[in-house]
């Protein structure tokens, strides 16, 4: 299980980019692992976990053709690869309101000081051009605790005064 | 006695179980090993019959000793059950001793009400909900070949779609 990248390819979205990319990994020999691959605005953005026995000169020769005809930017890094832990999120936070500047960046702050690891993290606004409305739903490990999450949570409702709906909740996993 | 746990990707998770029609000796001696089984468990909640490479149509589910339920029927043996009313849903993130090491987010009715018989082979009725009523379907799913990783929703975009505008007649 050695040899791991970590590869992000960004572009404008058009269809076909995921069997382009995946198919010229797979003829040059290389394994994926996890992978997110998400539209974000008009763009495609890939994420994913390559496993090789190439190295880094290499696997680029083996992208950058596929790349380069679907107008994609590349990034590669060498990574510690490990397939099996997967930390379960305890908690769900759910921020929504009026779309202004800075409310990721306010609450994830204090949620951080108060020991949110956040796993995964989704945003996205609705609504019209004239009063648009931000949405992010955060799941995570509160590593200190739920209390110190709620006391967070408790100060930033009285820093935003009501402008923005926070909600936090504890996530179980069910072992059946 | 413990017995084996099938784990996916092993193709006879994907069988279907047939009924149970002899209630013997036998069966009960099942049931014991079937329940020291699940009670050896990560959750230790529920376990099917499958998933120990029996293919008939028996689950056993306790979710008693889990600290947060209060509305629970306690120790069930299901065999032959039969779902017959679903009510409400939620999601909720499932782990199972058939897949190991992943887990994810699963839709399931928040009330059911369920058939089933028992080791003698009476018919029972319950009224299930929350933990219990997850519990239950998680195990039959089992019964028609069925892993929550069949049932997994997209986190993105499930509980939100958008309700079809029906044009004017």
Same mark, same amino acid.
């Given at each position: 299980?050695?040899?791991?990248?970590?590869?992000?390819?960004?572009?404008?979205?058009?269809?076909?980019?995921?069997? #382009?990319?995946?198919?010229?990994?797979?003829?040059?020999?290389?394994?994926?692992?996890?992978?997110?691959?998400?539209?974000?605005?008009?763009?495609?953005?890939?994420?994913?976990?390559?496993?090789?026995?190439?190295?880094?000169?290499?696997?680029?020769?083996?992208?950058?053709?596929?790349?380069?005809?679907?107008?994609?930017?590349?990034?590669?890094? /060498?990574?510690?690869?490990?397939?099996?832990?997967?930390?379960?999120?305890?908690?769900?936070?759910?921020?929504?309101?009026?779309?202004?500047?800075?409310?990721?960046?306010?609450?994830?702050?204090?949620?951080?000081? &108060?020991?949110?690891?956040?796993?995964?993290?989704?945003?996205?606004?609705?609504?019209?051009?004239?009063?648009?409305?931000?949405?992010?739903?955060?799941?995570?490990?509160?590593? #200190?605790?739920?209390?110190?999450?709620?006391?967070?949570?408790?100060?930033?409702?009285?820093?935003?005064?009501?402008?923005?709906?926070?909600?936090?909740?504890?996530?179980?996993?069910?072992?059946? | 006695?413990?017995?084996?746990?099938?784990?996916?990707?092993?193709?006879?998770?994907?069988?279907?179980?047939?009924?149970?029609?002899?209630?013997?000796?036998?069966?009960?001696?099942?049931?014991?090993?079937?329940?020291?089984?699940?009670?050896?468990?990560?959750?230790?909640?529920?376990? &099917?019959?499958? /998933?120990?490479?029996?293919?008939?149509?028996?689950?056993?589910?306790?979710?008693?000793?889990?600290?947060?339920?209060?509305?629970?029927?306690?120790?069930?043996?299901?065999?032959?059950?039969?779902?017959?009313?679903?009510?409400?849903?939620?999601?909720?993130?499932?782990?199972?001793?058939?897949?190991?090491?992943?887990?994810?987010?699963?839709?399931?009715?928040?009330?059911?009400?369920?058939?089933?018989?028992?080791?003698? &082979?009476?018919?029972?009725?319950?009224?299930?909900?929350?933990?219990?009523?997850?519990?239950?379907?998680?195990?039959?799913?089992?019964?028609?070949?069925?892993?929550?990783?069949?049932?997994?929703?997209?986190?993105?975009?499930?509980?939100?779609?958008?309700?079809?505008?029906?044009?004017?007649?």
């Amino acid at each position: 299980m050695k040899n791991w990248f970590m590869l992000a390819l960004v572009g404008q979205d058009r269809v076909g980019i995921v069997a #382009q990319i995946t198919d010229a990994l797979y003829r040059g020999g290389c394994n994926l692992g996890e992978a997110s691959m998400l539209r974000l605005g008009t763009s495609f953005t890939m994420m994913m976990m390559v496993n090789t026995q190439l190295d880094e000169n290499t696997l680029i020769s083996v992208i950058q053709p596929t790349a380069e005809k679907l107008g994609l930017h590349l990034h590669l890094d /060498q990574i510690e690869g490990e397939l099996h832990p997967h930390p379960e999120p305890d908690v769900k936070i759910v921020v929504h309101g009026a779309d202004r500047a800075g409310i990721v960046a306010q609450v994830t702050g204090e949620l951080a000081n &108060a020991g949110l690891n956040i796993l995964d993290l989704e945003t996205g606004v609705g609504g019209s051009d004239k009063k648009p409305f931000y949405f992010m739903q955060i799941e995570g490990n509160a590593t #200190q605790g739920m209390e110190a999450l709620q006391l967070a949570l408790e100060k930033l409702k009285e820093t935003l005064q009501g402008n923005i709906d926070i909600n936090l909740s504890p996530l179980e996993t069910f072992d059946l | 006695m413990m017995l084996e746990i099938l784990t996916y990707p092993d193709p006879r998770l994907k069988e279907p179980s047939t009924t149970v029609e002899t209630f013997d000796e036998e069966l009960r001696n099942f049931l014991s090993n079937l329940e020291e089984t699940m009670r050896a468990g990560p959750g230790g909640v529920g376990i &099917a019959a499958p /998933q120990v490479g029996r293919f008939q149509r028996i689950a056993i589910v306790d979710v008693s000793s889990h600290k947060k339920v209060t509305k629970h029927h306690g120790r069930l043996v299901l065999i032959n059950p039969e779902i017959t009313d679903w009510d409400g849903f939620e999601i909720a993130r499932e782990g199972c001793m058939s897949v190991p090491d992943y887990t994810g987010n699963v839709i399931r009715a928040t009330h059911i009400k369920l058939t089933a018989q028992n080791e003698n &082979a009476e018919i029972k009725y319950f009224e299930m909900e929350g933990y219990e009523a997850r519990a239950v379907q998680h195990e039959l799913d089992h019964l028609d070949g069925l892993l929550f990783l069949d049932r997994l929703v997209s986190r993105r975009h499930d509980l939100f779609q958008r309700k079809t505008h029906q044009k004017k007649k």
